[in-house]
């Protein structure tokens, strides 16, 4: 089982500005408009850090900017070890949640290991970039975001006291329009005690795929320079922790985009896994969007443009193999989940699309229901839309503990975990 431990974070001073105008999103969310501006609220904001502009040499102006933000007293590293709560409270379909988690170091080990365990595959780019920022700064500037079973509920309870007993050591309300509340609590044996029952469970990574290998990356690349202690910051990397029964957890579905038009004789290319519904929807965009939303909830996927302007609902047929060539090995919850039904039932058999074809951008993902209406409509009579119900938390977790990965753009947790909340420095 993975271990943790509390860190000496570095952390903004009143002194670089407002919170507010510090945060950020992991860099891979964020688009070049936002990272623009981003720029603009603060010198000092967190994007400058997590996703600099430039080529091979920001790199190391980026290490720059942690010693100067540091000599000038911007940044402060925590005296003692601490742990961090952190809540989330955000707007999703009209509803108010709160995520509430702990942020800790938590041991990078390799998915061989069983301890922490991934969801979704991941690419070799991003990686190659993060670890190049972490070898030239030595600090983690965005967490990776772990689901642990509470089953104790120490997890729960650690959280709800911290935030009873005292105020927030920081608040901030990000330009997403999210409220988030932070607290450094100095951690000792009794704060460590309570949360020991988490050492039995296993981890899972919600968001944060890369940034976890990186961090497995990064501790072999210091151990081949030298030993080090076990307890050493680079063996380990910077998490929010996460009950999995928190009500705030949130799975946006990831819709499919595809710029092609569909073949005219797609009904029968997709065989008989699937019954077909047409389905007409009603005329004003509200009430259409709540229909389209309706009909996806008793669906695998409800496909936009199969026709022209034409709506479908896709239900599979109990017993009937999809029409494409799935991989042996897999169980039947694998092969059940939307991206997986997608992919082997509908993408392959209509257009050819295979793997290698996904990760060379064949489609486009939104979990927005707005680009995908912009995406059609830029492209009318020349591309399709597959809209996807979420993949629950259970599914996530027990496809994780079965060793079976789910395809890229599987899962969207919302909202992201904040940069800038603080930083893991990789050195005692």
């Known amino acids: 089982m993975p271990q943790f431990m509390p860190f000496r974070g570095l952390r903004y001073t009143q002194a670089a500005g407002p919170l507010d105008d510090l945060l950020a999103p992991p860099y891979d969310v964020i688009t070049p408009a936002m990272q623009r501006a981003l720029a603009s609220k603060n010198p000092c904001n967190a994007v400058h ?7 091979e040499e920001r790199y190391g102006r980026v290490a720059g900017l942690v010693r100067d933000w540091q000599e000038r007293g911007l940044l402060a590293r925590d005296e003692r070890p601490m742990l961090y709560v952190y809540e989330q409270e955000f707007i999703e379909g009209g509803h108010v949640y709160r995520r509430r988690g702990v942020m800790a ?8 290991t069983g301890a922490v365990k991934p969801h979704e595959y991941t690419m070799s780019g991003p990686k190659e970039d993060r670890l190049r920022l972490l070898q030239a700064t030595g600090v983690q500037f965005s967490p990776v975001f772990c689901i642990a079973r509470d089953r104790a509920g120490q997890l ?4 709800e006291r911290t935030a009873a007993a005292t105020p927030p050591t920081v608040t901030a309300t990000s330009f997403e329009g999210d409220h988030h509340r932070f607290w450094a609590v100095e951690a000792g044996p ?3 005690r309570q949360l020991a029952p988490l050492l039995a469970e296993s981890f899972y990574i919600a968001d944060g795929h890369h940034r976890y290998e990186t961090a497995v990356n990064y501790r072999n690349w210091r151990l081949e320079q030298g030993p080090l202690p076990p307890d ?17 957890l949130v799975i946006r579905p990831i819709h499919r985009l595809v710029p092609r038009p569909a073949p005219a004789d797609w009904r029968q290319r997709l065989g008989d896994a699937f019954e077909v519904e047409h389905v007409k929807l009603p005329a004003g965009a509200a ?8 009909v996806l909830e008793t669906a695998d996927a409800v496909a936009l ?33 939307g991206p997986n039904v997608l ?14 074809d996904l990760r060379a951008g064949a489609i486009e993902y939104s979990h927005d229901l707005d680009e995908v209406f912009a995406f059609l409509d830029a492209r009318p009579g020349n591309s399709a839309a597959f809209l996807l119900n979420p993949v629950r938390i259970e599914d996530v977790m027990k496809l994780a503990d079965q060793g079976e990965r789910m395809p890229q753009k599987s899962t969207f947790f919302h909202p992201k975990l904040g940069t800038g909340l603080v930083f893991y420095p990789l050195e005692p």
Do not use: C, N
């Open 49 to 55: 850090l997590e996703l600099a502009e430039g080529g």
């Open 105 to 112: 170091a938590v041991e990078a080990q390799p998915w061989e």
């Open 156 to 159: 729960r309870d650690f959280i």
């Open 190 to 192: 009794y704060e460590m």
């Open 232 to 248: 050493h910051p680079a063996r380990f990397t910077m998490a929010a922790i996460v009950a999995s029964e928190d009500p705030g």
């Open 287 to 294: 009430e259409s969007r709540e229909a389209l939303l309706e």
């Open 305 to 337: 443009e199969l026709e022209p302007r034409q709506v479908h609902a896709l239900r599979r047929v109990p017993g009937k193999p999809l029409a494409g060539s799935v991989p042996p090995g897999h169980s039947d919850a694998w092969l059940g989940i």
């Open 343 to 356: 992919r082997y039932g509908v993408l392959e058999p209509l257009w050819g699309i295979s793997d290698d």
